[in-house]
């Protein structure tokens, strides 16, 4: 299944490594007014979602940003697992559930960290 191209966008801006060139993907990413909803942050527009970056970036220098799944979707809204890695050992895994506007850009992206807890009633 395809998704938007916004998703890759989205993905290469946590990866940019020259600052002044994150907002160039994240402009082709992200709709103007976007919600970024984690356990650790909510930021709402493009330049809050930009400074998080930027602030996730310096607090893990060196990191690499991956989807680990394909992307499922329905009724534009996509989910895919996700890992972030630096030299080669996991940093932190998790995933998104992020929703798209009919011009295909991010509206939403609500992250969790981490696997799903287990049933406590197994």
């Given amino acids: 299944m395809t998704h938007p191209i916004s998703l890759d966008h989205m993905l290469a801006a946590w990866n940019e490594p020259d600052p002044t060139e994150v907002r160039s ?12 909803i ?3 942050i909510v930021t709402h527009g493009i330049d809050e979602f930009e400074a998080n970056v930027h602030a996730v970036q310096a607090s893990i220098p060196g990191a690499v940003y991956a989807r680990t799944s394909a992307v499922d979707s329905h009724h534009g809204l996509y989910r895919y697992t996700w890992q972030i890695s630096r030299a080669g ?9 992020t929703e798209v506007d009919n ?4 509206t939403r992206v609500l992250g969790f960290f981490g ?8």
Avoid at 116 to 121: E, I, Q, T, V, Y
């Fill in 25 to 36: 993907h994240l402009e082709q990413a992200l709709a103007p007014d976007v919600d970024f």
């Fill in 38 to 40: 984690d356990p650790s």
């Fill in 89 to 97: 050992e996991t940093v932190m895994t998790g995933f998104d559930v």
């Fill in 103 to 106: 011009n295909g850009k991010v």
């Fill in 115 to 122: 696997p799903l807890p287990d049933d406590p009633r197994d």
